[in-house]
């Protein structure tokens, strides 16, 4: 059977971890990625821990021509892998149609061209702003989906809703929507990592960049919740056991006979809150970070981590990183940057 599959978003944070993990367990991924929030030595990068070349292609993930080109250009494909999407919560505040354009729009192009071309397997990258405020920190698959609160919150619920659509249309379809708590960390190498473009949205790079000193401060958003410390607390994963999870979740599509669509939390199970990521980054790497307390930041959801069970029990996933791995790896990749 072929083993090719195309990749969007291929050169970014999550997606260059999860060709490289794809790549070592012997498939052959197909970049689809502009390099508009990533860099093209990325890719360099991916051939050196995969031991070769991906493929790979630089268009608009939007281009409904140029995706299906793309496809057409190999007819051995057996899935895809659907990373390509902007992901800032406060800049989709200020620029909605921009993020459903993209988002949306190269949803539409992925499957469109799925299925001009008879491709059935599809992993989408979700997001636990799904579950918006749950009633319980602890969220499961069958948590209720809720209302977004940003716009980019509402472009992840209506890809899923598109998919599921689709399914439901009779367009043969083998689908996982994948959600992904607070992806952190670095490949272990050092050779792979974040590279937020401007001032970083998340926690974890807005820590390196502060330990770095390219910014001053860290703002730690509230101490006043109803949480342990009376910070945030969220479900943090490393980078690389979330892009194992794709390989399984790559494995597991195959597997399935006819139709499905099937939703997955990826976090560890475990919460931890800002203080205790902010105190963990300096005890693993001996450092002290300049941190303030801020007021409550509009938006924040107080606390969520996920059940994992489902994804463990049925993808025969895992996560093998801790939090603190995580933090050592984020902080020895923003030292080579
Ligand atoms: N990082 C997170 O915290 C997080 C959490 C939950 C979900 N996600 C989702 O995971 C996916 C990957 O996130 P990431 O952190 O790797 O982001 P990223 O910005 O590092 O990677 C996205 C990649 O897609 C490419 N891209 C975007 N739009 C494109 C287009 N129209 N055509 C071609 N290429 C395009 C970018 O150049 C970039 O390389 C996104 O869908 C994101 O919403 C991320």
């Known amino acids: 059977m072929s083993k090719k599959i195309i990749v969007t978003g291929g050169a970014g944070y999550i997606g260059s971890h999860t060709v490289v993990e794809l790549m070592l367990a012997g498939f052959e991924p ?8 990533s860099k093209p030595w990325i890719i360099d990068r991916i051939a050196e821990l995969a031991g070769r070349y991906p493929l790979g292609h630089a268009i608009d993930c939007t281009n409904e021509l140029e995706v299906l080109s793309v496809f057409r250009n190999y007819p051995d494909i ?14 989709s ?18 499957l469109n061209a799925m299925k001009e071309c008879g491709i059935e397997n599809l992993v989408f990258s979700s997001s636990c702003t799904v579950y918006g405020e749950p009633e319980t920190a602890e969220v499961t698959e069958a948590t209720p989906v809720q209302k977004a609160t940003s716009p980019y919150g509402d472009t992840k619920i209506t890809c899923e809703k598109i998919i599921q659509f689709v399914k439901d249309s009779g367009q043969p379809l083998k689908a996982t929507l ?15 990592g974040e590279l937020p473009s401007g001032i ?14 390219i910014r001053s401060q860290l703002t730690v958003y509230g101490n006043d919740y109803n949480t342990p410390d ?3 607390v969220r479900d943090y994963i490393h980078v690389v056991d979330l ?28 919460g931890s809150s800002v203080l205790e990521i902010i105190h963990n980054f300096e005890k693993v790497n001996g450092l002290k970070l300049n941190y303030a307390i801020g007021p409550r930041r509009a938006g924040d959801v107080e606390q969520i981590y996920a059940k994992p069970a489902k994804a463990e029990k049925m993808l025969n996933w ?20």
């Open 30 to 37: 197909v970049i689809i990625d502009d390099f508009r929030n």
């Open 78 to 91: 057996f899935g895809v892998i659907h990373f390509a999407a902007y992901k800032a919560v406060g800049e």
């Open 93 to 110: 505040v200020q620029k909605p149609t921009m993020y459903y354009q993209n988002n949306v729009g190269s949803m539409c192009a992925v």
């Open 178 to 192: 994948l959600r992904y708590f607070n992806p952190i960390g670095a490949h272990p190498s050092a050779r792979l």
């Open 200 to 213: 970083p949205n998340n926690l974890v790079p807005y820590i390196t960049q502060t330990a770095a000193g």
């Open 230 to 232: 009376g910070t945030n």
């Open 243 to 270: 892009a194992k999870a794709h390989v399984k979740a790559t494995e597991w599509l195959l597997q399935q006979q006819g139709s499905v669509c099937e939703a997955f939390n990826l976090g560890t199970g475990k």
């Open 318 to 337: 895992k996560c093998e990183y801790t939090v603190a791995e995580a933090l050592k790896h984020a902080w020895n990749w923003e030292k080579t940057l």
